[in-house]
């Protein structure tokens, strides 16, 4: 497998891992508030495993697993692992388009360090 091709692969996990953080989201948006007793929780989570927006996050995380192996062929660790810090400024960016969560100052600066450190981390001489 190529470099670019290993890459490719992380930025394909990195999508799915976005997607599937927002679909745990959304799907948690429309649930009850989390019973008190046991058994309630029980079926809460029963519920929320089975709705179909879970169940596309699990096969997406399956995927990703999957993704992840083959890239690890090509890439050496300290270069891909980085590279999975590129979904904390997409959930960010999804959570607030999809469910109007807030950004503010601090989470652009946040965001701007967490990007900086991996284009430093992958930049090479």
Same mark, same amino acid.
């Given at each position: 497998?190529?470099?670019?091709?290993?890459?490719?692969?992380?930025?394909?996990?990195?999508?799915?891992?976005?997607?599937?953080?927002?679909?745990?989201?959304?799907?948690?948006?429309?649930?009850?508030?989390?019973? *008190?007793?046991?058994?309630?929780? &029980?079926? =809460?989570? @029963?519920? /929320?495993?089975?709705?179909?927006?879970?169940?596309?996050? +699990? #096969?997406?995380?399956?995927?990703?697993?999957?993704?992840?192996?083959?890239?690890?062929?090509?890439?050496?660790?300290?270069? *891909?692992?980085?590279?999975?810090? &590129?979904? =904390?400024? @997409?959930? /960010?960016?999804?959570?607030?388009?999809?469910?109007?969560? +807030? #950004?503010?100052?601090?989470?652009?600066?946040?965001?701007?360090?967490?990007?900086?450190?991996?284009?430093?981390?992958?930049?090479?001489?």
């Amino acid at each position: 497998m190529t470099r670019s091709s290993a890459i490719g692969l992380v930025l394909l996990a990195v999508l799915l891992t976005v997607f599937a953080q927002l679909a745990f989201r959304a799907q948690v948006g429309t649930m009850p508030a989390l019973p *008190a007793d046991l058994g309630g929780r &029980l079926v =809460f989570v @029963l519920k /929320v495993l089975t709705s179909p927006l879970v169940i596309a996050a +699990l #096969v997406a995380a399956g995927i990703v697993a999957v993704c992840w192996t083959m890239a690890l062929t090509a890439l050496p660790l300290s270069v *891909a692992y980085p590279m999975l810090s &590129l979904t =904390f400024p @997409l959930v /960010v960016v999804g959570a607030h388009y999809f469910f109007g969560e +807030l #950004v503010d100052w601090r989470t652009f600066a946040g965001l701007f360090l967490i990007l900086a450190g991996i284009t430093v981390m992958n930049v090479r001489g």
